[in-house]
């Protein structure tokens, strides 16, 4: 019996063998076997209890993102598989690797009508890169490796594995718990391009006039940030960035002109798309918000592909040169290329272009910016922040209000994963519980998050897992009580027929201070960051709940409100 564990001990030590080091998740029935090994096997796993499955896969993104590695999230059959969905969805589609498990009644109860039963591969199919419901207990090892394999290697994103109640019972051989160490965290086995692809680039690069890169979250996945700062600086070229790709260079960086597109860009960052005569996408998808639905680059212009997904290649723009495999092994092969031409810097003059484009950027922010108006301007917190975080904080912002202030305005003074939001299907209350798994990842780093108070109202419950773990957690809350995006968008699209976006105003302080939180109500813009200052300072869980401007009374940076 000493070569013998059963189902739920083959996936608890198959999870450590794959380098997990902390697990989300939601208890339920069907997961009995798998939380009684958790507790009797001796492991290296923290298990961390959430009161929602949709959180704990969002604190897996987050928990992923900032680490490089798989996050984890569990639950239980029925409404937990369905609630676990929305998480995965996300991690999948912006390339994340996240693994959810959820635990399903027993294989042998299946057709018969039993509680909570649901065909979860048909219901995860769709939603991730790979997905499997076991039905042998002696397959839980080798679909463990299948499921990192898929979730580290090419395009990295979620996997979902079923686990039925009764094959948790089932004998699984020891001999089989082994890992490929080289999948607990991705890219896993980088490609390089194909031969010849970095020399045709750098021919179309060097033919054009006023190049373009725009990076997209691919770069800061595949770190390949150290090998674009020297190709943007040897070329003196202008860098810009989607939402997701921030942190491709230092946004204090004197080549990184900062976000494009209808959300986070500005009128002076789109000047530069609009003007380029070859764009350079660099793991970026060229979709609709980066491209102001594919206002710019315009028909006719040149576009370089860099991408490690070659379903993109052409997806949206005839693409004159596509050079598909890992980021960082592109550009270096490029400066590998460049390196035996000798080519220096002064090419392009794009750093001097982006500081006539930055000064008038920030001078019309700094106006704003300073405005002792009540409600506060948002604005004015941007700037507080920039005033009060320290240089490595991660800050982590739901997609509403926060999000494009904070893009466009907010000057990430480091490359690398320090700022993170849901771009791709951007469900409110993210930040709540994403914040939660970055911490974990990133527990040295001051964590804050940014949301509306519509988002807040989302993940609210999640408090008492940030007290119970006692993160020192920083939350802003921009507080108009209304789903601001949408008011806004019925202002600028339906000529201000405002209906059902408004909600009652709640003390959103006294709510975090019933859990735990140390928390401060702000409506005087002359107190805002002294407040932020002692909230971030504080040693536990903190919320600020700052009354902010209505977004359809501001001036944000959105070209276009309907994505």
Same mark, same amino acid.
């Given at each position: 019996m000493s070569n013998q564990m059963n189902g739920a001990e083959a996936m608890v030590r198959m999870l450590e063998a794959q380098g997990v080091r902390h697990i989300f998740g939601l208890c339920g029935d069907t997961t009995l076997p798998f939380y009684d090994a958790m507790l009797r096997l001796e492991h290296k796993i923290t298990h961390v209890l959430t009161r929602d499955e949709r959180c704990a896969t969002y604190m897996a993104d987050g928990y992923s993102r900032v680490t490089g590695r798989v996050g984890v999230a569990e639950g239980p059959s029925g409404g937990g598989a369905t609630y676990i969905l929305p998480g995965l969805i996300e991690a999948s589609e912006s390339s994340y690797a996240v693994l959810g498990i959820t635990t399903d009644i027993s294989v042998a109860s299946y057709g018969k009508y039993p509680l909570t039963e649901v065909d979860q591969k048909a219901l995860m199919a769709p939603l991730t890169k790979w997905n499997t419901v076991i039905s042998r207990a002696d397959h839980i090892p080798r679909m463990v490796r299948a499921a990192f394999r898929a979730m580290t290697t090419g395009r990295s994103g979620a996997a979902h594995i079923?686990? =039925?109640?009764? !094959?948790?019972?089932?004998? /699984?051989?020891? #001999?089989?718990? *082994?890992?490929?160490?080289?999948?607990?965290?991705?890219?896993?086995?980088?490609?390089?391009?194909?031969p010849g692809a970095a020399e045709a680039a750098v021919?179309?690069?060097?033919?054009?006039?006023? =190049?373009?890169? !725009?990076?997209?979250?691919? /770069?800061?996945? #595949?770190?390949? *940030?150290?090998?674009?700062?020297?190709?943007?600086?040897?070329?003196?070229?202008?860098?810009?960035?989607?939402?997701?790709?921030?942190?491709?260079?230092?946004?204090?960086?004197?080549n990184c002109?900062?976000?494009?597109?209808?959300?986070?860009?500005?009128?002076?960052?789109?000047?530069?798309?609009?003007?380029?005569?070859?764009?350079?996408?660099?793991g970026c998808r060229a979709g609709s918000t980066t491209t102001a639905r594919w206002e710019a680059p315009k028909p006719g212009t040149r576009i370089v592909h860099f991408d490690n997904d070659p379903m993109v290649m052409n997806a949206n723009y005839r693409t004159e040169v596509a050079v598909v495999g890992d980021l960082r092994l592109a550009l270096a092969e490029v400066n590998a290329v460049l390196d035996t031409r000798a080519q220096g810097a002064e090419t392009f003059g794009g750093a001097a272009a982006i500081a006539d484009r930055k000064r008038r950027k920030f001078e019309a922010f700094e106006v704003l910016a300073r405005s002792d108006q009540a409600p506060i301007r948002p604005e004015r917190v941007i700037r507080a922040l920039m005033n009060t975080l320290p240089e490595d904080a991660t800050v982590v912002s739901d997609p509403g209000t926060s999000c494009p202030y904070f893009s466009a305005y907010y000057q990430l003074p480091r490359p690398g994963r320090h700022f993170i939001t849901n771009r791709a299907h951007g469900a409110l209350g993210y930040?709540?519980?994403?914040?939660?798994?970055?911490?974990?990842?990133?527990?040295?780093?001051?964590?804050?998050?940014?949301?509306?108070?519509?988002s807040f109202g989302f993940t609210v419950g999640e408090l008492e897992t940030v007290c119970r773990s006692r993160a020192p957690i920083t939350y802003v809350v921009f507080s108009n009580a209304t789903f601001g995006?949408?008011?806004?968008?019925?202002?600028?699209?339906?000529?201000?027929?405002?209906?059902?976006?408004?909600?009652?105003?709640?003390?959103?302080?006294?709510?975090?201070?019933?859990y735990g939180v140390k928390s401060w109500r702000v409506e005087d813009p002359t107190d805002l960051e002294r407040v932020l200052a002692e909230a971030i300072a504080h040693d536990g869980p903190t919320l600020v709940d700052v009354i902010t401007q209505p977004l359809e009374e501001s001036n944000a940076p959105v070209r276009r409100w309907m994505g």
């Open positions: 079923g686990l =039925p109640y009764d !094959v948790q019972y089932d004998p /699984v051989d020891v #001999a089989d718990i *082994w890992a490929d160490p080289a999948t607990a965290s991705y890219p896993a086995y980088p490609q390089p391009p194909a021919e179309a690069i060097l033919s054009a006039k006023k =190049p373009l890169i !725009v990076c997209g979250g691919g /770069v800061v996945i #595949a770190q390949a *940030w150290e090998e674009l700062d020297r190709l943007a600086t040897r070329l003196d070229i202008p860098v810009a960035t989607s939402i997701s790709g921030q942190g491709s260079l230092a946004e204090t960086h004197p002109l900062g976000v494009v597109g209808s959300n986070g860009g500005t009128d002076e960052t789109w000047e530069m798309m609009e003007a380029a005569d070859l764009v350079v996408f660099m930040s709540l519980s994403a914040a939660l798994g970055a911490w974990y990842g990133r527990p040295a780093s001051k964590t804050v998050a940014l949301m509306g108070d519509g995006w949408i008011k806004a968008s019925q202002y600028a699209d339906k000529d201000a027929r405002y209906y059902n976006v408004d909600f009652n105003r709640t003390d959103n302080a006294a709510i975090a201070a019933a």
